[in-house]
């Protein structure tokens, strides 16, 4: 299960500005839902991969993020179902687009539309 981040915790992994992150998920590259006792802003620490030696977004996640909003899903629903085990993927869709295999994981999103 990804480590639940709040948006400077995210920030600093990133290496960038808490503005930063709070753009991204303005532009919807990321998603955040609110969780914890003070039900403060968290991200899945799962968004964050390496590449090409430093930590960025995970590449494919935009597009499934905007496909599930397409499909009429709040952020907390998209957050929600990219870390909910899916039964036809065997774990979950973030999981699943870590391990490079997008076109299974849009597939099934489309499902829900």
């Known amino acids: 299960m990804s480590e639940w981040l709040s948006v400077p915790e995210f920030a600093e992994r990133l290496g960038v500005k808490d503005s930063h992150v709070r753009e ?21 620490s799962d968004f964050i991969v390496e590449i090409e030696g430093k930590p960025g977004i995970l590449p494919t996640l935009r597009g499934t993020i905007t496909l599930l909003a397409d499909a009429g899903l709040d952020d907390d629903a998209i957050t929600q179902w990219l870390l909910d085990t899916e039964e036809e993927l065997g774990t979950s869709p973030l999981a699943a687009l870590r391990d490079g295999k997008r076109a299974h994981v849009r597939r099934i999103a489309q499902t829900l539309v």
Not at 24 to 44: C, D, F, K, Y
């Open 24 to 44: 991204l998920l303005r532009e919807r590259q990321i998603v955040a839902t609110r969780t914890g006792p003070n039900n403060a802003l968290s991200l899945p």
